[in-house]
């Protein structure tokens, strides 16, 4: 596995002074029900991604905890733009994670980032309360989802959750514009990433997926 450290990066999405990583794909689960639609397969920055995969850019992953110390107190970091975390067939590699939970502690970092890493039932639990473990202030793991339900049922049990829905996406803007207010199932209501529909806004100046806590709302993403 190769991972790559981008210090300050130009992905609009991001946004201005956002650090990011670039895993190779062999860390994502074999099973990601993504792969075929991966945003981290389009445009640069599967360009990037590739070299990356195949070792021309990047190194180990003590190299890019290594770089992670390097970055600036409080910067912002988005971890794993395109690939996932860091796993011995398909278990999380939780020494590895407590690292990486290390350094972002250690230089007061807001990191965050999304895993297919919850789907296999053969490593599900052990998987979970490796997130669950490292989730905090300064590096939120969201659990990234295709149904929107479940994303809600895993945010009341105390996960940080992500759903990509275009439909739903586009009723929550709605929800918005016409009613003021989120669209909610149960006690869950879902937030449409604001990048994806409002001008000026990007990760840097939103900050909803790096924050961890039990009434935060499911993120929405509209397919890329």
């Given at each position: 596995m190769n991972y790559h450290l981008t210090v300050s990066s130009s992905n609009k999405k991001l946004g201005k002074g956002v650090a990011?990583?670039?895993?190779?794909?062999?860390?994502?689960?074999?099973?990601?029900?993504?792969?075929s639609k991966c945003y981290g397969k389009r445009a640069f920055q599967r360009m990037h991604a590739k070299k990356v995969d195949e070792g021309s850019r990047?190194?180990?992953?003590?190299?890019?905890?290594?770089?992670i110390n390097g970055l600036k107190d409080k910067q912002k970091l988005r971890v794993s733009v395109s690939g996932d975390l860091p796993h011995q067939d398909g278990a999380l590699d939780v020494?590895?994670?407590?690292?990486?939970?290390?350094?972002?502690?250690?230089?007061?970092?807001?990191?965050?980032?999304?895993?297919?890493?919850?789907?296999?039932?053969?490593t599900k639990r052990l998987n979970l309360s490796a997130i669950r473990e490292i989730n905090n202030d300064h590096?939120?793991?969201?659990?990234s989802f295709e149904d929107r339900l479940e994303?809600?049922?895993?945010?009341?049990a105390g996960y940080n959750c992500a759903v990509v829905d275009s439909e739903l996406f586009d009723?929550?803007?709605?929800?918005?514009?016409?009613?003021?207010?989120?669209p909610q199932y149960g006690t869950t209501q879902y937030f449409p990433c604001p990048e994806q529909?409002?001008?000026g806004r990007d990760c840097a100046n939103c900050g909803m997926c790096h924050t961890t806590s039990k009434v935060r709302p499911v993120v929405v993403f509209k397919e890329h």
């Open positions: 990011a990583t670039t895993h190779s794909w062999d860390t994502c689960p074999n099973d990601c029900p993504m792969a990047g190194g180990d992953w003590f190299n890019l905890i290594n770089k020494g590895k994670l407590r690292m990486l939970q290390h350094v972002c502690k250690n230089r007061q970092l807001k990191a965050w980032t999304y895993t297919h890493h919850h789907n296999k039932e053969s590096l939120v793991i969201n659990l994303a809600a049922r895993y945010q009341q009723a929550a803007v709605t929800s918005i514009n016409e009613l003021q207010k989120l529909y409002m001008e």
